[in-house]
C-alpha cells in the first residue's frame, strides 16, 4: 500500500501546481524540484507515515491557510513513505520528520524536524526580496 497524501485543494489562480491543487504527493522518482523553480515555492513535508502526529499538525495548520499559500504561490509535496526510497528523501537525508521551505530560486530557506507554524512560514517568505516585491506592486 502506498503511504503517500494528495490533498486536492483546488484554488482558482493558483499558481503552485499546474492544476491548481497545493497540496501534492512527492513523486519517488522526483531528483529535483526544478518543476516548481520560478513559479512557485515548495513546501516539502516528510514523515514515517500519515499517522505521524507531527505529520498531522502540519498538514493541519497549512490546510487551515489555504487562502495564504495559494498569496504565496506555494505548493506543499508531501513524503510518507520512507521505504520508498524516494531521491529527494534521500538527497535531503531526511530522517523522521522534517519541514523545509524551498524558495523559488531552488534553494532551502527553511528546515526543522518540528512542525512549522502557519506564522513562521509567512514571515519567513514575506522577508524575501522577491516576495516583497511582489507585494509592492
Sequence with gaps: MVKRVAVALGLAGSAAAADGRLFLPLAPERENLEAFRWSAQPVL???????????????????????????RDIVVLTDTDPDAKGRLRAGLAVEGFDVLLVGKDGGVKLRQSTPLSVDELFSAIDAMPMRRREMAD
Design 45 to 71: 513535508v516528510f514523515a514515517p507515515d500519515e499517522s505521524d502526529a507531527r505529520y498531522t499538525v502540519q498538514i493541519d495548520a497549512l490546510k487551515s491557510a489555504e487562502r495564504g499559500l495559494a498569496e
